[in-house]
């Protein structure tokens, strides 16, 4: 697997298409949530892709500035239906993990807004909780960090 890293300008149009269909199809219809996918996130994001051998986009996360700049968020976290169960959710967020050490000494803790069935997933990767389960278009969710 290959994984890019991006700024929202640096992303091609075909990029671009891949990223939205791939959220949309995960985030708004198979998960049956009506909210704007789409967002000024976007704009300032780091956008990592995750590609197979051709070219087909496995997985994508975006890492997104907090106004403290000692901080990031994770956002968007998803792997394509065909590629699911293989591992590639692990590597995504090493990779996103690994962006942050390498390319962002200031940064000391990333946030992440997880869904609630994947507490110990993240917990894998040394993120705790910092919230109780609640509801975020109509899905469990619960903040966590993890401090570098």
């Known amino acids: 697997m290959k994984v890019t890293v991006k700024a929202f300008s640096e992303l091609t149009n075909m990029e671009l ?11 708004v219809v198979e998960q049956n949530c009506a909210y704007p996918e789409v967002d000024e996130a976007d704009l300032v994001s780091k956008h990592l892709q995750m590609h197979d051998d051709t070219g087909n986009l496995v997985g994508y996360l975006r890492l997104i500035p907090e106004t403290d700049p000692t901080a990031i968020r994770i956002g968007r976290v998803v792997i394509d239906p065909k590629f699911r169960k ?14 942050v050490q390498a390319e962002m000494p200031k940064i000391t803790t990333i946030k992440i807004q997880a869904q609630a069935y994947l507490q ?4 894998s990767f040394e993120f705790e909780a910092t919230s109780d389960v609640y509801l975020d278009t109509g899905i469990p969710h619960l903040d ?4 570098l």
Do not use: N, P, S
């Not at 298409?17 to 985030?27: A, E, G, N, P, S």
């Not at 959710?89 to 996103?96: I, K, N, P, S």
């Not at 110990?120 to 917990?123: T, V």
């Not at 966590?144 to 401090?147: A, D, W």
């Open 17 to 27: 298409f891949k990223i939205y269909k791939l959220r949309t199809d995960v985030f």
């Open 86 to 99: 293989h591992g590639y959710g692990y590597q995504l967020l090493t990779a996103g993990i690994q962006v």
């Open 120 to 123: 110990q997933f993240y917990e």
């Open 144 to 147: 966590m960090i993890r401090k």
